[in-house]
């Protein structure tokens, strides 16, 4: 471990001025022998790209990076909450309404060698009716609205999996006092987000210790129908992050992963949204550094691979999350870690029938199970500061998405037939196994 972090710190400490001598002998190099297999997979390891067309304009995007002033990263700072297995899944186990298929879901994400699952704690699914009632009356016959979620709980403990509680999205009664909010959009009242945290924290208090609060509160619809708003995240933050604590000091608090966009009106209508950093130093200026333990980003390759290693604030990519790392060392944060909480490519079929094609870039499925594992590789050596990375999504309980580029993300078909993406992270995450 040691060794792994001084290579980290090593690569990290990398002289700008020998960066951007390589960068230059790389582009003076092109038409003297960069068409090469070779140097071709060279480039593939430093662009991300795998054609040559991208390659070379990538090259000059690296070589316009090093004009830019250096990015404080603090890669020898002691982070906490990393964890010795860092190999996560996005599950949606309260969607299966078989236990036998939740339990089988789980024993074979155990099996393949994973350690997290990003569950949602659903609180439009736990208080459904109405503030402090906690039985779903939705379908005969009438049951305790724990029933499923203790389930989940304890099954995750029986395979020895621990949980990452993904906690939001409010019930209709309250959205009261807001118009045309969506269903996403946070509660009138913020306080009754907190009544329900504080609640759930304390009904599995000591079996669930990682709490993330809302998800990607930067795009629509995830704040709703209205603009995104940092400063009232922060506020609804904070009081998660007190009620979490009270309950149990150990608890660990994440704050919600920023979605990677460069959009600048913060709009409420689709597609429209705030940019991640403008966001996240928005957030630490209305107090929010005080109120999680772990940042978190969303890790998806969208229209590069992997190793695409540009870092430019107006383009979107895998590496993204260095730049928050940058405006949380400003922070005074240098001591805390990134998580991924959602990591992938879209394995996309090219069918002109499925909404939103090509809106999360299109790779093919031989290329996701590829590149995928190359990323988590890619954290380990050179990112000292990101944690858990959580691969999007295990699977759905059916395949009525289909027609939605997302539902490619998968890993396991509904029926739990394997993707290529399956059988290659279960290959990489038994590959660590001690």
Not at 96 to 123: H, N, T, Y
Request: proline share 7%.
């Amino acid at each position: 471990m040691e060794r792994d972090r001084l290579r980290r710190a090593s690569h990290a400490r990398l002289p700008r001025l020998i960066q951007s001598l390589l960068l230059a002998a790389l582009v003076v190099g092109v038409g003297a022998g960069l068409a090469s297999p070779a140097a071709s997979e060279q480039l593939f390891y430093l662009t991300g790209e795998e054609a040559r067309g991208a390659q070379l304009r990538a090259l000059w995007n690296l070589a316009l990076d090093q004009t830019r002033p250096p990015l404080q990263l603090a890669p020898d700072a002691s982070i906490q909450h990393l964890p010795d297995n860092p190999l996560g899944v996005n599950t949606f186990l309260e969607q299966e309404v078989e236990e036998a298929k939740r339990a089988r879901s789980l024993q074979m994400i155990r099996d393949a060698g994973f350690a997290w699952i990003r569950q949602p704690f659903v609180w439009s699914d736990i208080e459904i009716h109405g503030k402090g009632d906690f039985e779903d009356r939705r379908n005969p016959p009438h049951r305790s609205a724990w029933d499923k979620y203790d389930n989940i709980v304890a099954l995750a403990e029986s395979y020895g999996l621990r949980i990452i509680a993904r906690l939001g999205a409010p019930p209709a009664w309250a959205h009261a006092g807001y118009a045309d909010l969506g269903e996403f959009g946070p509660p009138a009242r913020f306080e009754d987000f907190a009544d329900f945290v504080e609640v759930v924290a304390r009904r599995y208090q000591g079996r669930i210790t990682h709490w993330q609060i809302w998800n990607e509160p930067n795009i629509f619809p995830e704040w709703g129908n209205q603009r995104a708003n940092p400063e009232d995240y922060a506020r609804l933050l904070c009081m998660a992050h007190a009620r979490l604590k009270s309950v149990d000091r150990n608890n660990v608090v994440i704050a919600a992963a920023l979605a990677p966009t460069i959009a600048q009106d913060g709009g409420g209508y689709p597609g429209g949204g705030l940019d991640d950093l403008i966001f996240f130093q928005r957030m630490y200026q209305a107090g929010a550094g005080r109120c999680f333990d772990v940042a978190a980003a969303q890790g998806y390759g969208l229209f590069s691979g992997p190793y695409d290693r540009r870092l430019n604030p107006l383009q979107t990519n895998v590496a993204r999350h260095v730049l928050m790392r940058d405006i949380m060392v400003r922070n005074g944060d240098a001591h805390k870690p990134i998580w991924l909480s959602e990591v992938n490519w879209n394995a996309v079929p090219n069918d002109p029938t499925i909404a939103d094609l090509h809106r999360f870039g299109m790779v093919t499925p031989e290329q996701q199970a590829r590149y995928v594992p190359m990323l988590f590789e890619r954290a380990r050596a050179e990112w000292p500061w990101v944690g858990t990375l959580s691969v999007w999504f295990f699977k759905r309980p059916s395949d009525a998405e289909k027609n939605q580029s997302w539902y490619y993300f998968r890993m396991l078909e509904p029926d739990f037939t394997p993707t290529p993406l399956w059988e290659a992270m279960k290959a990489y995450a038994l590959s660590r196994r001690p």
